[in-house]
């Protein structure tokens, strides 16, 4: 028998524990600490990202406390879970005492408890006592209390109850909550949780084909209830599957049906912004007589079979592009017209080196503010795309370059950016555009200045003219000049003005630097004026003319620039002739069969919240006895929230009370007020 | 008295409510609905069965609230008036701002903006002057200064509104909720408003200094956002924002922070009238500092509010994050940090209903409520990067 008590005994001890309010709230501030975390921790990451940052120590240890996912980390979960069994066993302690609150109007309350209530008044009037408990009655049915009466032989009693529906209101709430959690709990990823725990499913962490997935990391369509995944379709193509990311690998999950992309289009504002974007879809499934067909856009998703399409990204879908390379040191410039998809590489021989080129991006505009004073708000740069060249030990040098001419300071120029790693800002070389529109004539300008023979022979043609007009024909000086020159075009091309300036440092005693600097700029110029010369003779430009202001400033833009191709780390530039835009559609595909659960715990919990703050839950008492001649009456109440509150609302009854039951027990001696408010 | 009768009376009568309409509150209802009819008639080509909605949905919690709140109507009535005539100005050339005088000066979005920023500034000033000198008169003016620059507010959003439609070819219009800029001046209107009614209620103007404060701190923000940094200028939606739901979530979010904040700024005013209680009862601090059984009150009554209008936010982000990004929680920075702040103000609710806490630490833990608030309205979106940066700095 005692061993009974002792075990019923600790269980409740145990349920009031956990049901209890110090620990809900304690659980609510820990479970708001540790949603910080993961805000402040950006989530699922790339683990290499977290190494970089973290270094290998934090890394672990974070990885192990699961704080890259941290939604979904263990401890997490069950934080949840034990708040949500703590506001089970609330909602199961508290709703039947609840319900029999409600429903117990205490009829039994003694004439001193009313007497000794916070808020309490009391009459004497000279009246039936009959009478008065009927208009009495009628008032309190007619402002809404529930009534329920009982004669006690003395005196009569009225008990009155009102606003129960506040009490429901904290169920309403609080069953909300739990109706929403199991919601949540349905849409969460606990299934594949334990399966992965089990062993029957494993994470792919490969960027791989989704054909060559093993079958270990992929889901049939009644693997999975709940998930999201998403998938880039490229117009014109099919998808029966889409991706699950998790942590730091994914899975595969197949559809019941296949989605194709028909048709992407995108609206932009002037600024370069998104617009608008939508996807025309069309769904094949064996269970539709024909394929269904529709158009998502952001906003609107497409809900097929209790799985749900939605238009969530956009990006390049493999565009086609045609390049022109353009090689660099190579007097002949042979050039090299290659086809190239984006998201594809190609590898080029280049004399005996192998490198890829791996096309990254492709983007049909670029929208940047306009120059002040331009008359318009912005310029549109044309067409660009991002390209990384890698060599053979696997270094390599990501490009941007600019299919369109770019106006600065007043001329064009086509620009390529180039960087050799992510964090860098690119750094841009200035090609001059040429008359024809085009960047053959420079590039042919730096083809001719590498070409040593060529320059061997345009020096010595200019030193022996210089040497004659200076009336000095010295053999000896003749080769020394056209030496000179050969030597400041090689370490011009080789390394631009900065090969100049470290070969003059170390050869030229420190008085003589800025002189020899000075003349060697001048010796360069010369030859390299020269070279120009010829260059346009080639082109069937009039050289015994003065050149044409453009063709002069192209010769300083080209100076300027040239220089920085030795910097430039690849041994060509690659120019896009033509594309074909492909885009493609990000699409992201949910399966969230509690979605309706979670809404009808959230409209529990709304209604409740109302029903808790607004509704003024009330016990009152009218009590009657025949005393001395006299009735006596007490009017008494209690509000189980806002004391101050009920108090003013008290006030209230007892002013609407006097006005409609009492003084309209208009008998003759109704002296009435002589009551006592506590 | 017989008012006060009145009033106590109709409390104990079922439906007695609509007995105690006026004249004036049916020629409201039907002035909203009116407007409304119109507004639909001219715009239905525009709005889908939702907008609609919400168009009828808003009328009909503007006549409830007119009913409730008898000086809501003139204040709308002023809005209205003025905001129609500023589109009537503005015609279909937003040009024309700087031409009228009107509009240059008084009610083009801009100028209304700024009138409001200059008027809740003075009004702190002025509310703090009554309240310490116990000057009626002042009291009166700082009162009529936060209505008019609550109208002012509220002009500059309807207004802005229209230029959206006009401002660019490119149809760029929207209801100004959708930018960091916008919904401060919705925030110090909100807060504004929500002061007044409780300013109304309570029969004292002595609060008004102290929620000043804050909704000066926000105007200080907003004119430095606009001066520094351009936020004033129009710009486009992004595609998830184009949807009806902005319409509903956004407003609904700032019934929550106008009352934390005033809450927050009533902690302050709870804690200094405290400690001048304690150190010099008989002082200046101590008398004309509001009552602190009030101060608890209203603290108490306000975060009520706010957390029932913080829920269904919050509720209607979801849905809308359900349509727009594919699930309904996402457990991104700004709905995490929506959660910490519901579950903040939940603990709050539960200390003061469940375990009969009252006073000071209820007033420290409103304050500190307003940093985690101001964290998950403001820092989130400078800070932490996710998919709800509409209002980067």
């Known amino acids: 028998m005692v061993e009974n008590t002792n075990k019923q005994k600790s269980e409740n001890v145990w349920l009031a524990f956990i049901g209890s309010m110090n620990l809900a709230i304690t659980m609510l501030v820990v479970l708001a600490i540790a949603s910080v975390i993961g805000t402040v921790l950006q989530q699922n990451q790339p683990y290499a990202d977290y190494l970089i940052k973290f270094g290998p120590f934090w890394h672990e240890v974070f990885l192990t406390l699961g704080l890259y996912d941290v939604y979904g980390a263990v401890w997490f979960l069950l934080l949840l879970g034990f708040l949500l069994l703590s506001t089970s066993i609330c909602v199961y302690r508290n709703t039947s005492i609840i319900l029999r609150d409600v429903s117990h109007f205490r009829l039994k309350t003694q004439e001193k408890s009313l007497r000794t209530m916070a808020n309490s008044h009391e009459w004497f009037i000279e009246e039936n006592a009959d009478r008065v408990m009927n208009t009495a009655r009628q008032f309190f049915q007619r402002a809404g209390y529930r009534l329920r009466s009982k004669d006690h032989g003395d005196h009569q009693l009225f008990a009155m109850l009102k606003g129960g529906m506040n009490r429901f209101g904290y169920v309403f709430t609080h069953v909300g909550i739990v109706v929403i959690c199991i919601g949540g709990l349905m849409d969460g990823n606990l299934p594949l949780k334990i399966k992965e725990w089990r062993g029957a499913i494993e994470l792919e962490t490969r960027d791989i084909m989704a054909n060559e997935v093993d079958d270990k990391s992929r889901l049939k369509p009644q693997d999975n209830f709940s998930f999201r995944g998403s998938i880039t379709l490229p117009e014109g193509s099919v998808s029966n599957l889409v991706f699950l990311n998790v942590r730091d690998g994914y899975l595969v999950q197949e559809l019941p049906f296949s989605v194709e992309l028909k048709d992407f289009r995108i609206e932009h504002y002037p600024s370069g912004q998104p617009k608008s974007f939508e996807s025309d879809l069309v769904i094949r499934d064996d269970q539709l007589d024909k394929p269904l067909e529709k158009t998502i856009a952001v906003n609107y998703p497409l809900i097929y079979r209790g799985y749900s399409i939605y238009q969530a990204s956009f990006g390049d879908g493999g565009s086609e592009l045609k390049l022109k390379l353009w090689p660099f040191f190579d007097p002949q410039l042979k050039t090299l017209n290659l086809d190239a998809k984006v998201f594809a590489s190609r590898d080029l021989k280049i004399v005996d080196d192998v490198m890829s080129l791996e096309i990254q991006e492709f983007k049909a505009f670029n929208v940047f503010p306009a120059e002040e004073g331009s008359g318009k708000k912005f310029t549109n740069y044309g067409p660009s795309f991002v390209f990384k060249v890698r060599d053979a030990s696997g270094v390599a040098i990501e490009y941007l370059n600019y299919m369109s001419p770019v106006k600065q300071d007043g001329r064009l120029f086509f620009i390529s950016g180039v960087r050799k790693s992510v964090a860098d800002p690119y750094r841009y070389l200035h090609i001059p555009m040429d008359p024809q529109g085009k960047v053959d004539r420079f590039m042919k300008f730096h083809a001719l200045l590498s070409d040593a023979n060529r320059i061997e022979k345009i020096a010595r043609k200019n030193a022996s003219n210089a040497l004659k007009n200076a009336k000095m024909n010295n053999e000896q000086m003749q080769e020394r000049i056209v030496g000179s020159m050969r030597q400041l075009v090689g370490l011009y091309v080789g390394g631009g003005f900065a090969a100049i300036d470290s070969d003059i440092r170390e050869r030229v005693p420190k008085e003589n630097q800025a002189n020899v600097a000075e003349a060697y700029i001048k010796i360069l110029r010369n030859v390299m004026q020269a070279a120009y010369v010829d260059l346009l003779r080639e082109e069937g430009v009039d050289t015994s003319k003065k050149l044409s202001l453009a063709d002069q400033q192209f010769f300083e833009d080209s100076m300027t620039n040239l220089a920085g191709i030795s910097k430039y780390g690849s041994p060509f530039y690659v120019q896009l002739v033509s594309f074909n835009h492909r885009e493609s559609s990000g699409l992201q595909i949910t399966r969230s069969p509690g979605q309706n659960i979670v809404y009808l715990g959230c409209v529990m919990l709304i209604a409740g919240l109302f029903m808790m703050f607004y509704i003024m839950p009330q016990r009152i008492w009218l009590m009657a006895k025949p005393t001395d001649g006299k009735l006596q009456l007490i009017l008494a109440g209690s509000g189980l929230r806002n004391k101050e509150d009920f108090s003013n609302h008290f006030s209230d009854l007892v002013k609407a009370f006097e006005l409609k039951v009492i003084d309209s027990a208009k008998s003759n001696q109704a002296t009435g007020i002589q009551g006592e408010t506590k | ?393």
Do not use: C
């Open chain 2, 1 to 393: 008295m017989s008012k006060n009768q009145d009033d106590a009376l109709a409390s104990f009568e079922r439906g007695a409510w609509i007995k105690r309409l006026s004249w004036w509150d049916y020629l409201w209802a039907l002035t909203v609905i009116l407007g409304s009819v119109y507004a639909y008639n001219r715009y239905s080509a525009l709005m889908d069965n939702y907008e609609v909605g919400i168009l009828f949905g808003t009328a009909i919690a503007i006549i409830a609230q007119g009913w409730f709140w008898k000086s809501f109507r003139t204040l709308s009535v002023a809005v209205t008036v003025l905001s129609l005539w500023a589109i009537f100005l503005y015609g279909t050339d937003i040009g024309v701002a700087e031409q009228k005088f009107l509009l240059k000066y008084l009610i083009s979005s801009q100028s209304a903006t700024m009138w409001m920023s200059a008027l809740f500034v003075m009004a702190t000033f002025t509310y703090f002057f009554a309240t310490f000198r116990d000057n009626d008169f002042a009291g009166k003016v700082a009162t009529h200064m936060t209505w008019i620059a609550s109208a002012m507010g509220s002009i500059g959003l309807m207004v802005r509104w229209r230029e959206s439609y006009l401002v660019s070819h490119e149809g760029i219009g929207h209801i100004p909720v959708s930018n960091l800029y916008e919904v401060f001046i919705l925030f110090a209107v909100m807060t504004a408003l929500i002061y007044l009614y409780y300013e109304q209620k309570y029969k004292t103007r002595n609060m008004g200094g102290f929620v000043l404060l804050i909704i000066s701190a926000s105007v200080g923000f907003l004119l430095w956002y606009h001066f520094e940094k351009g936020a004033h200028e129009i710009k486009p939606l992004v595609p998830a924002l184009q949807s009806y739901w902005m319409k509903i979530h956004v407003p609904a979010n700032f019934v929550g922070y106008g009352t934390f904040s005033i809450a927050a700024m009533l902690g302050i005013a709870y804690l200094m009238k405290q400690r001048a209680l304690r150190i010099n009862p008989q002082g200046y601090m101590a008398k004309r500092l509001p009552d602190l059984d009030m101060l608890d009150d209203v603290m108490h009554k306000s975060i009520a509010l706010g957390f029932a209008f913080f829920t269904i936010a919050t509720v209607l982000g979801a849905m809308w994050a359900a349509e727009a990004w594919g699930g309904y929680w996402s457990w991104d920075p700004k709905e995490t940090w929506a959660l910490i702040v519901w579950l903040n103000y939940a603990a709050w609710l539960h200390m003061r209903l469940t375990k009969g806490w009252r006073g000071a630490p209820l007033a420290w833990w409103a304050i500190i409520g307003l940093f985690i608030t101001t964290f998950a309205f403001l820092g989130v979106n400078m800070f932490l990067s996710g998919l709800h940066s509409y209002g980067e700095l």
